[in-house]
Structure formats: structure tokens, C-alpha cells
């Protein structure tokens, strides 16, 4: 199972074309960071120029007529990676990203 995934919003498309990558980690259990992320991307021949990770806390959404039904959003971790110019980021590599975290 994967730990991390692409984000695909218009943010995360956008950041794209500045060489900027934005990972969603999937897993809880993993102690991400930012050395940590940066030591397995050496390890894929990739060099990160700046490494970003973001708590994003629990958002509660309402719904229903009167908003009386309450919905917990899950809290999740972001990853921008910006790389070198030249460097890709692409579903190959990360799928060694992800098998770097599975050792």
C-alpha cells in the first residue's frame, strides 16, 4: 500500500510548472520529516531544493436543511517538495519514494 500520493487539485497542478510537488501522506503511523524526506529523495536521485510539510488540522463539515448533521473531515499531512530544475517528479519515482519508507 502506498504511503504518499500526488495531490491532484488546481493548486498542486499549478505548483507543477513551478517545480514544485505536492505529496498527501496517506499513512499516520509513518514520523515524516523534513531530513527524513530529503534523505530518501537522494536516495532516488533526486535533489530538493526546499522541503515544506504541513499539518493540516480536522475540519467539520455541515450538511442537512437546518446544518444539524456534522461531518469530520480527517486531519492529513501535506509535502511540497520543490526540486532542481530539470528533476521530475513522476509516478515511477514515486513509487521508490514509497518503497524507501517501506524498509
Given at each position: 500500500m502506498p504511503k504518499?500520493?500526488?495531490?491532484q487539485s488546481e493548486k498542486a497542478y499549478n505548483l507543477q510548472s513551478k517545480?514544485?510537488?505536492?505529496?498527501?501522506l496517506i499513512d499516520k503511523n509513518i514520523k515524516?520529516?523534513?531530513?527524513?524526506?530529503?534523505?530518501?529523495?537522494?536516495k532516488i536521485n533526486l535533489k530538493p531544493e526546499r522541503v515544506n510539510i504541513l499539518n493540516c488540522p480536522i475540519k467539520l463539515k455541515r450538511r442537512g436543511k437546518k446544518f444539524n448533521v456534522i461531518k469530520k473531515q480527517k486531519a492529513v499531512k501535506k509535502i511540497y517538495i520543490t526540486l532542481n530544475?530539470?528533476?521530475?517528479f513522476d509516478e515511477e519515482?514515486?513509487?521508490n519514494f514509497n518503497s524507501q519508507f517501506d524498509s
Open positions: 504518499f500520493t500526488l495531490l517545480n514544485t510537488y505536492s505529496l498527501l515524516v520529516t523534513r531530513s527524513l524526506v530529503e534523505l530518501h529523495l537522494k530544475t530539470g528533476d521530475v519515482k514515486l513509487n
